[in-house]
């Protein structure tokens, strides 16, 4: 965010948000959830709320639907607490983030396998022809006994 504000905001809408969850809605559905990021636009009319949830794909359908049904109580907390002439609209968006960094550290461990098994054939291999099978130039003795 290039606007000293709108990250001031983002962080205090995390905070409120945040805590206000912390305490519990009264809907069932919501599961463990934690807010991870917040970006408002330069103009404060929107924050866009990013959110992962602990548990299984059913409970994190769940929250996100307890989520968009409590949007209108939170934008209002919101609006109490941060003091601004307007309240940001509010978007909740499901952080796909721990799931792509699980995904690379998977991709990064079968890497790491892949090499040792490599560098476990490449110990007893030998070469297929000369160690070194680039020509070289002659010898000035041998050129001189042509």
Request: proline residues 4%; negative net charge; hydrophobic residues 35%.
């Amino acid at each position: 965010m290039s606007n000293p504000r709108a990250g001031k905001v983002a962080e205090r809408i995390q905070q409120i948000v945040a805590r206000r969850l912390e305490k519990g809605l009264r809907d069932p559905r919501l599961g463990f959830v934690t807010i991870t990021d917040v970006r408002v636009t330069g103009d404060l009319q929107q924050a866009s709320i990013f959110y992962t949830v602990y548990g299984s794909e059913a409970e994190q359908t769940d929250s996100a639907a307890a989520l968009r049904a409590a949007t209108g109580m939170l934008r209002t907390e919101v609006g109490k607490q941060l003091g601004t002439r307007l309240t940001p609209a509010l978007e909740f968006i499901h952080d796909e983030l721990p799931e792509s960094a699980q995904h690379l550290s998977e991709l990064l461990d079968e890497a790491k396998r892949r090499d040792a098994e490599s560098a476990a054939l490449a110990e007893g291999a030998q070469y297929a022809g000369d160690a070194d099978p680039y020509a070289k130039p002659a010898d000035e003795t041998e050129a001189e006994r042509d």
